[in-house]
């Protein structure tokens, strides 16, 4: 493709959660569109085979082993990027620790709400933190939250997810009242997909057709169908578009 029908030519991302799923498809549309992708996780040999898979494409990636909400490997994810290419464009916090269903009175609630909101909520806002200083130089940047339609649904055993991702939508709102004046666009995607975890749950749950009822469109959506609206905030087009919640998520969640 030529460089200059790329859209995110000469940029340089970050994506968290990167070694499945939507933060896969995500980090392979970045590579497609031009941009130099840091991928996280915690698996090792997923992330060797996500970057084979973006190399073999021509694309440019550094996979890194990583946990979200733990500030030495955020530190760690930052300094990478800005060692390897000076700078720091795009930031896509997609990383969280999914904890089982669980009823509110449940003894371990708390301990489930914890374990949430620091892998998912805590991480973000480290990774947040460390990149702003680089992108407030830049004179710009995109920072893209994943937060979920179980936040504005509320479905009955996932208090932890739900208010986690809640959280998430505050913080991106925050910032985005903040850090405009800089030219630091901050959005939350709502993403639905037949990612493996989606489904690992969707078949253990036996809730896959009264989730498929809740959807308008009739029909799940894929990583890929999620990974054009990252395309899309990460990009210059995007550039008056902040502090919002897209729904990508075939109607499920509708404001």
């Given amino acids: 493709m030529d460089a200059r029908s790329q859209q995110l030519a000469d940029k340089v991302a970050i994506v968290t959660g990167a070694g499945q799923g939507i933060g896969e498809a995500i980090a392979r549309a970045y590579a497609r569109e031009g941009a130099k992708v840091i991928i996280t ?81 805590v991480g973000s ?5 460390l990149c702003f200083p680089h992108m407030k130089r830049q004179g710009g940047g995109s920072i893209i939250n994943m937060g979920s339609s179980y936040g504005i649904r509320c479905e009955p055993g996932f208090l932890a997810y739900a208010a986690t991702k809640e959280a998430i939508r505050a913080l991106t709102r925050t910032a985005a009242r903040e850090w405009g004046k800089h030219k630091i666009r901050v959005n939350t995607i709502l993403p639905s997909a037949l990612s493996p975890k989606a489904i690992w749950y969707l078949e ?44 990508v998520d075939g109607g499920s969640t509708m404001f």
């Fill in 41 to 121: 996780g915690r698996t090792p040999g997923k992330l060797e085979e996500v970057a084979r898979r973006i190399g073999s494409d021509g694309g440019e990636v550094v996979p890194l082993e990583a946990s979200a909400g733990n500030s030495e490997d955020a530190e760690k994810t930052v300094g990478a990027a800005v060692s390897r290419w000076g700078r720091i464009d795009v930031l896509v916090n997609n990383a969280h620790t999914f904890s089982d269903y669980l009823p509110v009175d449940d003894p371990k609630m708390e301990a489930h709400c914890m374990i949430d909101l620091q892998s998912a909520f």
């Fill in 125 to 129: 806002l480290q990774l947040m933190q």
């Fill in 204 to 247: 253990q749950s036996k809730t896959y057709d009264l989730e498929l009822s809740k959807v308008a469109l009739g029909y799940f959506g894929s990583a890929d169908d999620i990974a054009p609206t990252a395309v899309f905030l990460a990009s210059d087009t995007s550039k008056y578009v902040t502090g919002q919640t897209i729904g």
